[in-house]
């Protein structure tokens, strides 16, 4: 997954493209490239590594001076981290461009190309798709563009110059996003919104198989038979202070921080006289009532997300829930049917697996519901019912307030399916809904308490595996413990359920091999507290989160966090804090970047 940015305006290009995509580093950051439009003639600065280093190069060998330009942030998918991989790449003599995405047809087309006496420099499939507009140019660029896409097979969003057509670039979209940006005598081409928000906030949509041209004073769109397109003017919702830290030292605590109030912003819109109403998502009770089965298929912590919402489903709604991950999902076979209804979870919205998984279900006739954060994504689009979640941009790679917003719409969702199936009562219901309420100040209140968590955070700095334990919806907490924990200190953990332990994996335990064990849920306390006593009776270092109420005695836990209690039902949305500021401060403690951790990306637009 990577990040795509272009100008066109009076700025100075380089600058504008090097901003531009700091806000996308997100995206992913293993290399960094802009290609400017200097003289008539296109001039590229690129190299492996972060933007900083990028800007060095620009330093040292110069920067090109222009107005026009395009520029890219990778996350290599073919061709690992190199100069030479890197984007811009350049197509013979007419084509220089910027892509996102992957083209899965990129070897057939490469034979055909090196047949025709074509040679290649790098391993990307990128080049290809450069190599081949080169070949196709008849001097006519949206017929070119419109061949070449015919040719190709994949998802991609593409920024395009053509050396005969200095001062335009062209963009193309199919699958991965692409937006055009509206400022004063200026627009911009970006994979995502953050990247104009230092210029503008409006900002066109560009739809699947669509090309825009920019150049001085003109935006125009078109379809591949070259048929003029309108397009509605959107307005970002976001400023730029709110993509940025406002004085945290890392956007993952900033937005740990932002929990209280993503909470409100997602939930209270959908609460009318207490009780939970998702109508305005096109859901409605008797809809509700006619599912058979539901499944929810997402990926990493959207699916542990999905995994808490299973929980809570058929605990209260007692209708099947089948959690799946999303690359699974997609090659089981899924028994998924007409009477069936398919959850979505995802923050980006563009993650490819889970968008191919919700296509899979909706050609089986499956109803799909999307629940996604990122305003106007493919997922967003595609969906038969929507809920979006308002968490802000989240910019730190491991998720932390859009798992917290997923969970409290699955909350909801779980609410209003249970009391249109007749399980709980209006009593019952606006009961649970009101705790929902309850829960930010909840958290808030507990964020004051992170700096308990720091030693049990410094005993676990030097392991180097770790197991998460717990049961029930204790289970499902941990297997988001253990990611957060995993992608961004690099030490390897694993959740598991707690009961399963004796069934073999309890012949890892010993003195290094540290246990956090999540303890929230009363009905399962007792069998909790003998399978933390199993561990520690080989030698386990022994962590708790648990309720206030369920403290451990010093013969059991070596460290705990009592977290203030709500429902059992519900204590998910107060327990995932102290693991979400457990993997963060050990990440600290580690010297690691926190918010850029290695090898990862924010959105896998990629299978
Ligand atoms: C979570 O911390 C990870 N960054 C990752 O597992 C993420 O949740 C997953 O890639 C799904 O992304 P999505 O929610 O944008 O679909």
Redesign the pocket.
Known sequence: MCGIVGYVGKRDCADVLVAALSKLEYRGYDSAGIAVFVNNTIQTAKSQGRLEDLSKKMEQEGKPEGHVGIGHTRWATHGKPSDINSHPHRGGENVTIVHNGIIENYKQLKEMLIAEGRSFVSETDTEVVAQLLDYNYNGNPLETIAKTMAQVIGSFALGILFNDFPNRIYAVRRESPLIVGVGEDESFIASDVPAILKYTRQYYLLEHDEIAMLEEGSITFCNMQFRPIQKKLMTADWDMEAAEKQGYEHYMLKEIHEQPESIKRTVMPRIENGMPNLSECGITPESLRAFRNIYIV???????AGMVGKYVIEKLARVPVIVDIASEFRYRSPLIGESDLIII???????AD?LAAMRLASERGAKTLAIV??KGSS?AREADMLIYTHAGPEIA????K??MV?ISVMYLFAFELAYAKGKIDEAECRRLTALLLETPDRIAALLEQKEELKAMSEALVSAESLLYIGRGLDYALSMEGS??LK?ISYIHSEAYAAGELKHGTISLIDRDMPVIAVDTQPDLHKKTVSNIEEVKARGAKTLVICGESLIPSKEVADYFFAVPEIDALLMPMLAVVPLQLIAYYVSVMRGNDVDKPRN?A???TVE
């Open positions: 997402a990926c990493g912590t959207a699916m542990h979870i995802s923050q980006s919205g563009e993650t889970s954060n990122a997922i790679v491991a998720s932390t859009a798992y997923q990611l957060k992608e990862l924010k959105s896998v």
